[in-house]
């Protein structure tokens, strides 16, 4: 199974020694060398490098360590590919614009059987590559479109959260029903982790399918992460959430059909994470 990475942050932040841990899991520490791909939030864009290639021998993992640009939101992936061939549209993060920003989505699991069944009822957003968790994340935009262009036409910049939050519970829960169905969905404003099921060290197909681990701590004492700049007196609070532990720390598991949500206060607001 492929596996997943996303940081959520108080104040801009770089991904250090998680990013390199990560990577050594796409096909040095582990098997997932079937592609990568990383996605920075710059507001309501995105930057987004992927490769259809091993993250641990990939020049770009140590460059994207070096060159990335503080942000408060990433969402990074490993692949190990069951559906589709190693190419670069068959490799994730996926993202689609909707209601005037970028929406990010990856995925693990095997979804038995989605491609036959929701494949043929997309309308909106279709699949580039032919991955299940393409087909996937269209779905999910599609159900989501109604929402976004609602709010728009009443003058609003996005749903509400409550309605957001809803939409992707439901969706979620349908999407266990095909199998594994972990992922982690960001719109630039709120992200999203749904932990299920994956397989274990023993082979067998259990929970958890995602831990966390959230530190309060002064700007540069994290080894994980780095802030660059906060307001004097500022701590910074960081969420990362993982396949696996990426330390020995006590991350925490997320039930069986547990959705996490992080949202991000207003730019009017003193900068925080709430979580949901």
Not at 106 to 135: C, K, M, Q, V
Not at 246 to 274: K, N
């Amino acid at each position: 199974m492929c596996e997943l990475l996303a940081m959520a942050s108080r104040y801009p932040a770089t991904l250090t020694s998680s990013l390199e841990r990560f990577a050594r899991r796409g096909g040095e520490a582990g098997p997932h060398a079937d592609g990568w791909g990383v996605t920075f939030y710059d507001g309501y864009d995105v930057r987004r490098l992927r490769e259809p290639e091993p993250a641990a021998r990939s020049p770009w993992v140590p460059f994207v360590r070096s060159q990335q640009r503080p942000t408060r939101l990433a969402l990074a992936h490993i692949r190990k590919a069951t559906v589709g061939d190693c190419m670069l549209a068959n490799t994730q993060p996926f993202v689609r614009e909707l209601g005037g920003r970028m929406h990010v989505f990856t995925h693990n699991g095997d979804l038995d059987a989605i491609d036959r069944r929701w494949r043929g009822d997309l309308d909106r957003h279709l699949p580039i590559g032919t991955t299940d968790s393409e087909i996937a994340f269209c779905a999910l935009m599609d159900r989501l479109a109604p929402l976004w262009i609602a709010g728009l036409r009443d003058g609003h910049t996005a749903p509400s959260v409550a309605a957001r939050q809803s939409a992707v519970e439901a969706f979620a829960r349908d999407l266990r029903a095909f199998g594994p169905a972990n992922f982690l969905y960001a719109d630039g404003e709120l992200l999203f982790a749904h932990g299920h099921e994956r397989r274990q060290h023993d082979d067998e197909i259990a929970p958890p399918g995602l831990v966390s681990l959230t530190r309060t701590c002064n700007p540069n004492d994290g080894k994980l992460v780095r802030t660059e700049a906060c307001p004097p007196g500022g701590c910074q609070e960081v969420t990362l959430i993982s396949s696996v532990p990426l330390t020995d720390e006590a991350w925490r598991p997320l039930a069986a059909g547990e959705v996490m949500t992080l949202q991000f206060a207003s730019a009017a607001e003193e900068p925080a994470l709430r979580h949901g």
